[in-house]
């Protein structure tokens, strides 16, 4: 992770209760949140299989959606997890111990991104998990390694036609912004979203001050 074909990654398709700021980490008594455990990253691949085919079927081609492996992509994370090309989280039930989702996040991949911006490479949530709260606890974590990280703003890629996705992010407070791009999936349109984290005119409080 960041996996590709990118950046098509970053896409919810969970979450009713956004009830505090954005940002805020609110205890979950449902999951367990926490850095990925390589135990952790079959169950994480297998939720992010299940999403996919839920969320993109007709709009991503369906030869892709059946070659998705979870063992093969389970080892692509753990190769860049172990080569620091990005962190992961997972957040795990509490009754029964599954991985029910997972947020990656790292440095902000375009080149020509301002200092201290972060990106949500990737968030999923199994099918079967939606509208269970796990992506807002997952998105808090991805938030809080970002700042501590010293980020002033999270960056992310988004398809245009998830507008499911579009709903949760905007109630969390990401805003859109004008660039775009195609996936490489069926030539989709994506456009970025950013979560602001400090005054734009400041950052004086960043964590690595």
């Known amino acids: 992770m960041p996996d590709h074909p990118a950046p098509t990654d970053a896409r919810t398709t969970d979450d009713r209760r956004l009830d505090v700021r954005p940002g805020d980490v609110r205890v979950s008594t449902a999951f367990d949140v926490r850095a990925a455990r390589p135990d952790d990253l079959y169950g994480a691949a ?10 993109f079927t007709g709009l991503v081609p369906q030869d892709f959606l059946d070659a998705m492996d979870p063992a093969k992509i389970a080892a692509s ?7 620091g090309r990005s962190r992961m989280y997972v957040a795990a039930a509490v009754a029964g111990g599954e991985i029910v989702g997972y947020a990656g996040v790292g440095p902000e991949r375009d080149a020509d991104a301002p200092e201290h911006v ?13 509208g269970s709260g796990a992506a807002r606890v997952l998105t808090d974590a991805a938030v809080t390694d970002l700042r501590a990280a010293g980020c002033d703003q999270v960056w992310l890629w ?20 004008p660039d775009r791009t195609h996936s490489s999936l069926n030539d989709l349109q994506e ?9 734009e005119d400041g950052g004086g409080d960043r964590a690595h001050t």
Do not use: C, K, M
């Open 77 to 83: 994370w753990a190769d860049s997890i172990t080569a």
């Open 158 to 177: 988004v398809l245009e036609a998830n507008t499911r996705a579009h709903a949760f992010y905007r109630r969390y407070g990401f805003t859109e912004t």
């Open 46 to 55: 297998v939720a992010r299989v299940a999403s996919w085919h839920a969320a």
């Open 118 to 130: 972060g990106e949500l490479y990737a968030l999923f949530v199994h099918p079967d998990w939606w």
């Open 191 to 199: 456009l970025r979203l950013r979560l602001q984290l400090r005054p």
